[in-house]
């Protein structure tokens, strides 16, 4: 903000930062754009790589050992109750601590060493993505900040009949609109019976979809 000839757009909804526009040099000339790819890609990163073939670097990092007082740390390897310990076994934290000498662990460049390969991966795994979803359905990712919104684009471009017209709903309607759309209210009860009493439990699923698909509603098409 404090740089001359830049100007910053950012998107929210119901809460979430979803982009971030940003304009800089003469009549903002040149244009980026900053999203979340948890938004696009909602899955840990040893997970997508497996899902798009990607070769993930394995290695490890002591994320319970950062502090802001010790961020220059240089010297022996954390101790194994700085690794998540449900991720890393104790036989790869020896064999990672191995790989150091006892003064040469070094905090500034194990973390961007380990930032690096995650970025790498995830850029690798975006590429994937966004080939695969362009070669099925000729859209381009960048075109949507969120998975929903991809889903949309698709149903939009190739699935919906072209004679029905979608509204889109934005500011007040979109806000009024959606006060009145609430998940499933689900309530618990512990039924207490005599002894040889019987007790009839009966559950009833998909009720609202089926009553959305039969029953008539004030729209018209």
């Known amino acids: 903000l404090n740089y001359p000839d830049i100007s910053l757009k950012p ?3 119901d ?12 009549n903002g000339i040149y244009q980026m754009a900053l999203r979340d790819s948890i938004l696009m890609l909602p899955s840990s990163l040893a997970k997508l790589c497996a899902a798009f073939d990607v070769e993930k670097p394995e290695d490890i990092f002591p994320h319970n050992f950062v502090r802001e007082d010790n961020l220059d740390y240089i010297g022996p390897v954390p101790k194994y109750e700085h690794f998540d310990s449900k991720k890393v076994s104790l036989d790869a934290y020896n064999a990672y601590a191995n790989r150091f000498t006892n003064q040469s662990w070094s905090l500034k460049a194990e973390a961007t060493k380990y930032c690096e390969l995650d970025c790498t991966s995830l850029h690798n795994v975006i590429i994937n993505f966004a080939v695969q979803i362009y070669e099925m359905f000729n859209i381009n990712i960048t075109k949507c900040p969120t998975l929903p919104s991809l889903a949309f684009r698709i149903f939009r471009t190739h699935f919906m009949d072209k004679n029905l ?4 709903l934005v500011n007040e309607v979109y806000k009024d ?3 009145s759309y609430f998940g499933g209210a689900v309530d618990m009860y512990i039924p207490e019976n005599k002894d ?3 007790l009839y439990w009966y559950d009833v699923n998909a009720l609202y979809p089926s009553e959305m698909a039969h029953q ?6």
Do not use: D, H, Q, R
Request: hydrophobic residues 30%.
């Open 15 to 26: 809460g979430k930062f979803i982009n971030l526009s940003i304009k800089y040099g003469k």
């Open 216 to 221: 008539k509603y004030p729209v018209s098409l």
């Open 177 to 179: 609109i959606s006060k």
């Open 165 to 168: 017209k979608l509204p889109v």
């Open 11 to 13: 998107t929210i909804k």
């Open 196 to 198: 040889g009493e019987t």
